[in-house]
T-cell receptor, first 114, second 110 residues
């Protein structure tokens, strides 16, 4: 078990471009979460999957954001027409349905929009 | 709307001293989390507190939860430099993700 992995670790893009991030959760973790963290702030919840179903979306997730989790394994987060305000660390976390309720976070993808 | 407030937001202390970080939250929850974050890194889970009166300890850190007061504390005993980091508390509203506080930036000086 290598933990939650995210790719890429860093992404620099120009305003208006589309970007896609990938998250591979810990195997057998059926719950997967996306968060966004800006400098000096705590992470903010974006969306949540149980298996392949997207069950919750924050109001922070504008129409330019879309997330998928095909087959209930890895997940992708796409941002269309990026804006400078999208610059942040995008964190993925996973956990099992029961047990300790502990969410394990990945290393994050740092997005810079120029 | 669930709000999570931490204080202090910034703390500078000397090695060997004791201190407590406070986390208040605004709505009922039975699950409270503490995470550590080093600069430029992701979040490391420290404690998950699952019930009223829960107390957990790991090394020089001890966390407690009072669900009636909607208050959790993270106590640092005889601080050492390696504990310098940002500490976040977070509240679980159920399956829909965690709500985090703004974090306490802790600097421990020799």
């Amino acid at each position: 078990d290598t933990g939650v992995s995210q790719n890429p670790r860093h992404k620099i893009t120009k305003r208006g471009q589309n970007v896609t991030f990938r998250c591979d959760p810990i195997s057998e973790h059926n719950r997967l979460y996306w968060y966004r963290q800006t400098l000096g702030q705590g992470p903010e919840f974006l969306t949540y999957f149980q298996n392949e179903a997207q069950l919750e979306k924050s109001r922070l997730l504008s129409d330019r954001f879309s997330a998928e989790r095909p087959k209930g394994s890895f997940s992708t987060l796409e941002i269309q027409r990026t804006e400078q305000g999208d610059s942040a660390m995008y964190l993925c976390a996973s956990r099992t349905s029961g047990g300790s309720y502990e969410q394990y976070f990945g290393p994050g993808t740092r997005l810079t929009v120029t | 709307e669930l709000k999570v407030e931490q204080n202090p937001l910034f703390l500078s202390m000397q090695e060997g001293k004791n201190y407590t970080i406070y986390c208040n939250y605004s709505t009922t929850s039975d699950r409270l989390y503490w995470y550590r974050q080093d600069p430029g890194k992701s979040l490391e889970s420290l404690f998950v507190l699952l019930s009223n009166g829960a107390v957990k300890q790991e090394g020089r850190l001890m966390a407690s939860l009072d669900t009636k007061a909607r208050l959790s504390t993270l106590h640092i005993t005889a601080a050492v430099h390696d504990l310098s980091a940002t500490y976040f508390c977070a509240v679980d509203r159920g399956a829909d993700g965690l709500t985090f506080g703004k974090g306490t930036h802790l600097i421990i000086q020799p």
